[in-house]
């Protein structure tokens, strides 16, 4: 599989600068008083380009907070995040939806593949719904084909295994040759040997200068990440 992984580098017609996601004091908070519920706070990191980080914790420590303001799902209550050089904490919805489509590749635990379309209708649909309004058939192509799966293009959901439909839930998110990838335990409805395939296909996406993070209850998966930042109460714990 990682002779295929050539195609698609991200974009990198502005580069962007070192670290390419920088989070000062970044907190997610719901409610007030007695009743706040407390997501992430006052999270401080700097992740670089081309580099994996896994994301490990308790349930409910913030690690899918996190990961949703890191992919601009969500917005924080307060603190910064700036990726590659935006402010991207105060946008308004529109356009934080514009930013995402181009900037941010999302892979999901369950797929959230669409039952009724083939691998190549999910992933041209996604360049799509990110604003692609022509030619979509070939970036699909090459995004199929990086995560192994050309030749099953034609195939509904359905006639994947769970393994195959995680990647073409890789190959959606990358068909737009994002520079940041978030990924919430993108391995967790697998069983091993197959996450750990799903986990290097992630590396080698890393090594094309995307930076992927990934976030997983696998110990050793995490270990094979270059960093590992572990969440606890909604803080880092620690960065190693
Ligand atoms: N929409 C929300 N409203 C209120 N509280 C929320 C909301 N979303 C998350 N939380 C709270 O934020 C905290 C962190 O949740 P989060 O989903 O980030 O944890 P997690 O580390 O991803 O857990 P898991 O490993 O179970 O997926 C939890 O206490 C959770 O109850
Ligand atoms: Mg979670």
Known sequence: MASTLALPAPDRSQIPPDPLVQTRDLTRIWGRGDAAQIGVSRVNLDLHRGEVVA????????KSTLGALLAGIDTPT???LVVAGRRIDALKADRLAAWRAETVGIVFQDFHLLPTLTAQENVEL?????GVRRRRRRPAEAALAAVGLLDKGNRLPSQLSG????RVGIARAIARRPVLLVA???????DQRTGHEVFDLLCGLAAGGTTVVFITHDPALAEAADRIVTMIDGRVAGVQ
Do not use: H, K, M, R
Request: hydrophobic share 20%.
């Open 55 to 62: 994301i490990v914790g308790p349930s409910g420590s913030g």
């Open 163 to 166: 393994g195959e439909q995680q």
């Open 78 to 80: 307060s603190g910064s």
């Open 184 to 190: 919430d335990e993108p391995t967790g409805s697998l």
């Open 126 to 130: 996604a360049l799509e719904l990110g």
